[in-house]
């Protein structure tokens, strides 16, 4: 199991290294920064427990007011409890994990935010034989949505997820929406994508295969939207709108997000940890929208839905 972490990390490492590539050319084409050029990267290692990462943050760019994409390798004698409440019989037990989280924030509130995750667990019990598991996704949160957009990104997830099967998209398309729930507000974070977890089904190659897909897929469904959407002219209502909506994201990460919790309690570099959440957010008490306003449509996109029901 050795060899298959080493080849999880080295693919991963590549996956950093691909996406900041991809959003420093997206970033750089608005040619409007106002912070330092491309990615700044942190190189760190834990303070308790093996293990550690490289963070990249792109703060105040022509496109992004902060990007953090971060790659990180853990190792630890008992996992936390986050990773085994859905697995009590390995409590206990020893692990190693490593994975690329990313979150995107936007300047220009018709850019969606969006957040993707690949990740691989292994976990080792006395009296049993070790264990292995690959997680992830991509999801998708605008503030103005368009459905040109939302078909889009949903397209590229059932095509890359067609390769392994025909129930494979309508799974985790489900997954997801049913994760990203605000549970305490009844509504979703955004317009889903993919997520899954728990993955060792047909073996180490086609789950290893499975995430790589998930992780080249991410850009093909992400960066033509920023592309399309990255000139919107915008002004304050919509950035009051954005920074208001923004909250939702806080308080999702902060309440449920199973990423969050883990590094905290495996001890994981903070900074790093929270690098998903905003740098600007805006909180108002039982703040509505006007009726009928583009800011009320927003809430009709917060379900769950279809969006390729008769897509052919």
Request: glycine share 12%.
């Amino acid at each position: 199991m050795h060899d298959q972490a080493e080849r999880v990390e080295a693919c991963l490492r590549e996956l950093q290294d691909r996406i900041c590539a991809a959003i420093e050319a997206v970033d750089a084409s608005d040619g409007d920064a106002d912070g330092e050029e491309g990615f700044r990267e942190d190189i760190w290692q834990r303070e308790e427990g093996a293990g550690g990462g490289r963070t990249r943050v792109l703060k105040n760019g022509g496109v992004f007011e902060q990007a953090g994409v971060n790659f990180s390798r853990v190792s630890g004698d008992t996992l936390p409890p986050s990773a085994t409440a859905h697995r009590p019989h390995l409590a206990g037990g020893s692990f190693t994990a490593c994975g690329v989280s990313l979150v995107l924030h936007p300047h220009n509130p018709y850019v969606p935010t969006t957040h993707a995750n690949l990740r691989y667990f292994e976990a080792r019990k006395p009296g049993m034989d070790p264990v292995w598991w690959f997680g992830g996704g991509f999801d998708l949160t605008p503030f103005y949505p368009f459905d040109k957009d939302i078909l889009h990104w949903h397209r590229v997830a059932r095509e890359l997820c067609a390769t392994y099967g025909e129930d494979v998209y309508p799974r985790y398309k489900r997954w997801c929406d049913e994760y990203f729930l605000l549970r305490h507000r009844n509504e979703t974070r955004g317009v889903g994508g993919l997520f899954f977890d728990d993955l060792d089904e047909g073996g180490f190659e086609r789950c290893f295969a499975f995430m790589r897909d998930v992780g080249q897929g991410f850009l093909d469904a992400y960066l033509p939207i920023v592309e399309r959407r990255m000139h919107e002219p915008w002004g304050e209502r919509e950035r009051e709108f954005q920074l208001y909506r923004r909250g939702r994201y806080v308080e999702f990460n902060l309440v449920y997000d199973r990423g969050t919790l883990f590094g905290l309690q495996s001890g994981g570099r903070t900074e790093s940890i929270l690098m998903s959440l905003p740098p600007r957010v805006r909180f108002e008490y039982d703040w509505q929208p006007e009726p009928g306003s583009a800011e009320a449509r927003l809430a009709d996109y917060l379900v769950p839905r279809d969006w390729l029901a008769g897509d052919g």
